[in-house]
């Protein structure tokens, strides 16, 4: 089973901040099978990102993906005040499908 | 759009069965999986179906307990939950799979219903 370890597990930032969040997997994630979403209180998870780096529907472009084998980032260019939530990222690549534990995004 | 219902409170060793009706999208094209969500803990996958039904694949935690099902006459995907457990205890999402990834169970969701919650306790 693939663990995913995601970086940090919190953090403060102010609206206009660039983020970056860490996805680290302990075995490389194959064709880089990789998503991330985001999920906000009492809201079921949105999908972010797709296959490491493609963007779902609708997504704004400040969001964006990157990494392949076991690194994985997920960068927010500039944070709005409707990106503070949780977010998550999730293997899909073997068996069984697994996801990190979050990293919460917190308004400073 | 997907909608849950069929939550609620069960003894422990008890049965509860969830559904998810889906509208806006070609149900029968589509592998639908439930992922499920203890209160203030992340995202564990459950179950999933193809598109046609058929195959099914779980989870080990829940293997031998759930099933899942579909109807693609009522654009309806089911969890029937038996031998229930404390740690079942969590909001249950059924999730629509992108057809992307390379298998039915294996693929990332892009749709998501807003949850039921299932409590098991006596």
């Known amino acids: 089973e693939i663990v995913l370890t995601q970086s940090p597990g919190s953090l403060s930032l102010s609206p206009g901040e660039r983020v970056t969040l860490s996805c680290r997997a302990s075995q490389s994630v194959r064709s880089n099978y990789l998503a991330w979403y985001q999920q906000k209180p009492g809201q079921a998870p949105r999908l972010l990102i797709y296959?490491?780096?493609t963007r779902a529907t609708g997504i704004p472009d400040r969001f964006s993906g990157s990494g392949s084998g076991t690194d994985f980032t997920l960068t927010i260019s500039s944070l709005e005040p409707e990106d503070f939530a949780v977010y998550y990222c999730h293997h899909y690549g073997s068996s069984p499908i697994t996801f990190g534990g979050g990293t919460k995004v917190e308004i400073k | 759009q997907l909608l849950e219902s069929g939550g609620g409170l069960v003894q422990p060793g008890g049965s509860l069965r969830l559904s998810c009706g889906a509208t806006g999208f070609s149900f029968s094209t589509f592998a639908m999986s439930w992922v499920r969500q203890a209160p203030g803990k992340g995202l564990e996958w459950v179950a999933a179906i193809p598109g046609g039904g058929g195959s099914t694949y779980y989870a080990d935690s829940v293997k031998g307990r759930f099933t899942i099902s579909r109807d693609n006459s009522k654009n309806t995907v089911y969890l029937q939950m038996n031998s229930l457990r404390a740690e079942d205890t969590a909001t249950y999402y059924c999730?629509?799979?992108?057809?992307?990834?390379?298998?039915?169970?294996?693929?990332?969701?892009?749709?998501w219903g807003q949850g039921t919650m299932v409590t098991v306790s006596s």
């Open positions: 296959g490491a780096s």
């Open positions: 999730a629509k799979t992108t057809g992307l990834g390379y298998s039915y169970a294996h693929d990332a969701f892009d749709v």
